[in-house]
């Protein structure tokens, strides 16, 4: 009964984990770089969820919709004023400058923070629930309502965003500067908006990420910090851009660290996913599901 | 030649006349080195800066420290040891300041005292628990807040009333939590061999705690101990009340980290902090002296809500550093530490004198009062929660309650 327990409390986090790392994932596998602020999108989120819903007093269900807005601001200021001089001029990822993305939206994470608890304040605020049922009995199963909603949310956005990027165009045209961005250019689709939808689209899940899980993580300035390095972990697990790559690397983390916290030691919890890292990048350094690749 | 000699003199004269006074008026200065930003604990050095800038006012309108103006020079350390350390000795090297105080976080504490103590200025610990820095045996460092042996013992005597048998603690993973968990280990194998006891370190930063309540449900103990602080707290607290652990008609919750004062306490917290049994330093049932009751005055007038423990801390840590200025006459930093050493102290709190005893209580307010109280409901204020044992007080086990379920 308990390693029961133990799995589905594993997928369920495993299923917060993806919300997260699949942005990430998007982000790397479009444009090539690592968002370090990614974390304070999620922390975004969650303080536009929780402040809306208590300080206006706006339902809660409408407080979320309003979280993903935020989320999709936020990644589309980042790019288009921060990202986009990384690829403005240049024709060719080759020519990139790494190192800008890396200090640009590492300065942004530090910035969001900080102006957050100086204005905010540096008090955790717990969000309200969309269901309040602190305590829910499903089978043998315990649980509280909002974790309910937030796995059943989570698993509706990754199947919405696949269907996106397989079918819509704008999906297709994400797909085809992921492949290969001057040729995309050639064909001519516009790289630039491109780029302003998947950071936007990764704004929008990390901040929904947060928006959901304020009841339950009480939100304070730092919060986006520890879901941030879990993601990076997922998203060189799952393969460096794969999106189902990370989901699956997700749920895989959650489960392994439910059952490590247990059978093995909760002292070493957060280690688990390091060693599984560590394993992947010996015996398949492309990751579960990425792809061995070669530049000229 | 004479005449010019008698003009330089009367010129000289003239300016050091006119720069006494500016000299005489020259602040007072001492450090304070507190979280102000993450990672660390911003929530505890919020409060330890409101109870030091109400002291600070109250002390300059009353015209100062011998004289001179009292200046506070603060210093961000982020919760994080290097970073404490850096400030301390910029506050020491740079800012020169006559004493150190505000710490408030076990490990950040470890670190600055090694400064303090090289530079040999006086140090007073404001709130931070290890008995580690007690043991050290700096002379410099002076410990008028709390210590994980006093909450330990207070605990251990709470747990033997209530003939609980088996316990379970939470711990986080610092110097403060883990010390706290391992000392009430000791003392409960000494003072109550039947109590099975064990604790589980837990990320301070980690935000799932789930797996570690999880064995709980199975087979629950009859009391679980907290030993973090938030906002890991809530969150274990949270995630205990929905999978049913505690606090429940089986399970005491006891929380040994003094968290049910803070100001955010109920927001984060709800129906999972309602039947809590809490280890305070702070009730407004405790005797306070007439300047602490002012400096609660003030603060909830400032602020519209009661004051908490790290409030009245704060303001004795700096109110401790001037009396000894006084009773010294003097800014220099041997001649505090040696005031601070020998001083019959009356501060905010009460009155005391630093024990000279070698161990965890070295230079410590050993006595420093506390009280047990149970909330009984959500959003309860502290004025009207139960107090099972009041300072010095037996406890009064028959008055908890218990959830129904």
């Known amino acids: 009964m308990l390693a029961l327990d133990l799995f589905v409390n594993g997928l369920i986090i495993g299923l917060y984990y993806a919300l997260m790392a699949v942005g990430l994932a998007m982000i790397f596998g479009i444009l090539k770089i690592v968002n370090f602020a990614h974390g304070e999108f999620y922390m975004i989120g969650a303080y536009t969820y929780t402040l809306i819903a208590l300080g206006l007093g706006v339902p809660p269900w409408l407080a979320l919709p309003a979280a993903a807005l935020a989320g999709a601001l936020i990644g589309w200021a980042t790019e288009r004023w921060l990202m986009r001089p990384l690829y403005t001029g240049y024709g060719s990822w080759g020519l990139m400058k790494d190192e800008y993305a890396v200090v640009v939206t590492f300065g942004l994470s530090l910035l969001l923070i900080n102006l957050f608890d100086k204005v905010i304040g540096p008090y955790p605020m717990r969000g309200p629930a969309l269901w309040d049922a602190p305590r829910l009995s499903i089978g043998p199963f315990m649980m509280s309502g909002q974790k309910l909603i937030t796995a059943a949310v989570a698993i509706i956005l990754m199947v919405s965003l696949a269907l996106f990027i397989k079918r819509s165009l704008w999906g297709r045209q994400i797909q085809a500067v992921a492949q290969n961005r001057l040729g995309a250019s050639i064909a001519g689709i516009d790289t630039a908006r491109a780029s302003s939808i998947v950071f936007m689209a990764s704004g929008v899940l990390a901040a929904i990420a947060g928006a959901l899980l304020a009841p339950v993580i009480n939100p304070a300035p730092d919060v986006g910090i520890f879901p941030a390095v879990k993601s990076y972990v997922i998203v060189v697990i799952g393969g460096m851009g794969s999106i189902p790559g990370s989901i699956i690397a997700a749920l895989l983390l959650g489960v392994l660290e439910s059952f490590g916290a247990v059978y093995l030691s909760y002292d070493y919890r957060d280690t688990y996913g390091l060693v599984l890292l560590i394993l992947i990048l010996l015996l398949r350094p492309q990751g579960l599901f990425g792809e061995r690749a070669r530049e000229v | ?405």
């Not at chain 2, 002291?55 to 420290?65: A, L, R, S, W």
């Not at chain 2, 603060?74 to 020169?96: C, T």
Request: glycine share 8%.
């Open chain 2, 1 to 405: 030649m004479r005449q010019n000699r008698f003009a330089m003199a009367v010129t000289a004269a003239a300016f050091l006349s006119l720069a006494q006074p500016a000299q005489a008026a020259d602040p007072v200065v001492i450090g304070v080195s507190i979280a102000q930003s993450p990672p660390g604990s911003v929530v505890q050095g919020t409060q330890v800066k409101d109870g030091i800038e109400i002291i600070t006012k109250m002390i300059n309108d009353e015209g100062g420290v011998l004289g001179r103006p009292l200046k506070i020079v603060y210093e961000d350390n982020q919760g994080i040891p290097e970073k404490g350390r850096a400030a301390v000795e910029k506050l020491i090297s740079r800012d020169k300041v006559v004493a150190i105080t505000g710490g408030h976080q076990s490990s950040v504490c470890l670190a600055e005292i090694e400064v303090a103590h090289r530079y040999k200025v006086p140090y007073v610990n404001t709130n931070c628990w290890s008995d580690d820095i007690r043991a050290k045996g700096y002379p410099e460092v002076f410990n008028p807040g709390n210590y994980n042996t006093r909450v330990s013992t207070a605990m251990a005597e709470t747990i033997g009333a209530m003939k609980v048998k088996n316990v379970v603690a939470f711990a986080e993973n610092t110097d403060y939590g883990i010390g706290q968990a391992k000392i009430l280990g000791e003392l409960l194998a000494k003072q109550s061999p039947d109590v099975k006891y064990k604790y589980v370190a837990l990320d301070r930063a980690g935000k799932d705690f789930t797996p570690a309540v999880l064995p709980l449900r199975a087979n629950p103990p009859d009391m679980v101990v907290n030993v973090m602080l938030p906002p890991a707290a809530y969150i274990l607290m949270n995630q205990l009340y929905e999978q049913g652990v505690a606090p429940s008609a089986k399970t005491w919750f006891y929380d040994g980290a003094g968290i049910a004062d803070y100001p955010d306490f109920w927001q984060n917290v709800k129906e999972a902090g309602k039947y809590m049994l809490a280890f305070g330093l702070y009730h407004p049932q405790m005797p306070m002296p007439d300047i602490g009751q002012q400096v609660g005055q003030t603060y909830q007038k400032e602020k519209g809500h009661e004051p908490n423990r790290l409030i009245f801390q704060g303001a004795d840590s700096v109110l401790q550093i001037v009396r000894a200025i006084e009773q010294a006459k003097s800014t220099d930093a041997s001649a505090i530490t040696q005031a601070l050493k020998d001083m019959d102290y009356e501060g905010v709190r009460g009155k005391f004198k630093f024990s000279q005893e070698p161990g965890y209580s070295f230079q410590q307010w050993v006595d420093i009062p506390y009280v047990t109280y149970q909330l009984t409901e959500v959003d309860q204020p502290l004025s009207k929660t139960t107090l099972i044992q009041a300072t010095g007080q037996p406890l009064h086990a028959d008055k908890l309650v218990r959830p129904s379920n």
